[in-house]
């Protein structure tokens, strides 16, 4: 350990250590889809039905969002006791908070042997299944529709806004584990080598994009009689293809080397990752707004008589709700450019700036998840959407051919 180590850990970090930060925006995605859960139920939207998982068969059974807040608390406790005995060992020192990174991070295996649990008492089916669906879209798996394809899409989606968080689960690890690097010093986001991090961040995007082209392949071999003939599919595709340009260039300028930079310069790799970032950005809050969410703001169909500006016919939630949804998702997608804005910069220099980006990006997915189910129960309450294959009519397609 260098001998400036100690000078890199700034206030934030001698309160939540690198491991913990980690730790709280993992927690909140559970704490999160729990209150996803209760209200839409509120709202008479069943989201276990939606994503084919197994109804309560009776009345004394939990509903499931409380058996989420349960699991939630049983990963929440053990983080609860352990930072007040971090502090209380550390007393502030920046060699003490270096020295027991031990504590920090016996939380994060203590977090991942509670979900892999084989006991009942523990939630068990739940866990079960989300597992299983986490290995399923592991590789960029899809279910068919009948057997929990919008339950794997959610899933692999949340993933795509936890991707920073992942690597850093990856970072906090490997410097766990490096010789004479503590994981409570200064991250250190090359930790292993200069590509783990953007391989770890471009994951969750193979996988959604891999889940795309499933689906697209699905709608030609049934070859459905619609105009898109599964174009929508290719084009979703696409929208996760445009993260990796920026990641490739966001990792090239943090390891900029003139000597391994093929000619481009600093300046030159800037300009590519600001006009590849505006891009991503774009087309995904265009996606979120008009294809997650069916809203007709960024359309032609937005003046229609029937429906309120901007929004549709079928609607459970207020107006105003969704306007605000539309201007925070804006702002979480277009917050990368707050490195534009001198006041803002910190928001992107400094570790407390880093941790409320990434939160802020797990936040967004939180409510992007109430208008995407939403969107998805007018759907099947209305009929499936055109691109949308079960696995009855595949079947059937076959047995004609």
């Not at 991070?105 to 203590?110: A, K, M, P, T, V």
């Not at 429906?307 to 998702?329: E, K, S």
Request: proline fraction near 5%; charge should be positive.
């Amino acid at each position: 350990m260098g001998p400036d180590q100690h000078a890199q850990l700034d206030r934030f970090s001698f309160f939540l250590p690198f491991p913990y930060r980690v730790a709280v925006v993992l927690i909140a995605g559970f704490w999160g889809w729990g209150v996803n859960l209760q209200y839409l139920l509120k709202k008479n939207i069943d989201v276990p039905a939606l994503i084919r998982y197994p109804a309560r068969q009776s009345s004394s059974q939990r509903p499931h969002h409380v058996s989420t807040y349960r699991l939630a608390t049983l990963l929440t406790l053990p983080l609860l006791i352990s930072l007040p005995i971090f502090w209380l060992a550390t007393h502030g020192s920046a060699q003490r908070v270096e020295s027991l990174d031990f504590i920090p991070q016996s939380y994060l295996f203590i977090f991942f042997i509670i979900l892999l649990l084989p006991y009942n008492r523990l939630c068990r089916s739940g866990r079960h299944r989300f597992l299983l669906t986490l290995r399923r879209i592991s590789i960029g798996g899809l279910a068919d529709a009948q057997d929990g394809k919008f339950g794997d899409i959610l899933l692999a989606d949340a993933l795509t806004s936890y991707a920073k968080v992942l690597a850093d689960l990856v970072v906090t690890f490997c410097m766990f584990f490096t010789r004479d690097v503590s994981s409570t010093s200064k991250p250190d986001r090359n930790c292993g080598n200069d590509y783990l991090v953007p391989f770890v961040i471009a994951i969750p995007f193979m996988i959604r994009l891999r889940q795309c082209l499933i689906e697209y392949v699905r709608v030609r071999r049934v070859g459905l009689k619609s105009e898109s003939q599964g174009g929508q599919h290719l084009a979703n595709a696409l929208k996760y293809a445009t993260a990796f340009p920026v990641i490739f260039f966001a990792a090239k300028l943090r390891n900029y080397n003139p000597l391994e930079s093929y000619g481009f310069s600093e300046m030159s790799l800037s300009r590519a990752l600001f006009w590849c970032s505006l891009i991503n950005s774009g087309y995904s809050f265009y996606w979120d707004v008009t294809k997650d969410w069916d809203l007709t703001l960024l359309t032609s169909a937005r003046r229609d008589a029937h429906y309120p500006y901007g929004l549709r016919r079928h609607r459970h939630f207020a107006d105003r709700q969704y306007y605000l949804a539309v201007l925070v998702d804006f702002v979480i997608r277009f917050s990368w450019m707050s490195r534009l804005f001198p006041g803002l910069a910190w928001l992107c220099e400094t570790e407390f700036g880093i941790w409320l980006l990434m939160s802020f990006e797990v936040a967004r997915r939180w409510m992007w998840i109430f208008l995407r189910v939403e969107a998805e129960q007018v759907r099947n309450s209305r009929g499936p959407a055109p691109d949308d294959i079960l696995l009855g009519q595949f079947n059937g397609k076959l047995d004609a051919d």
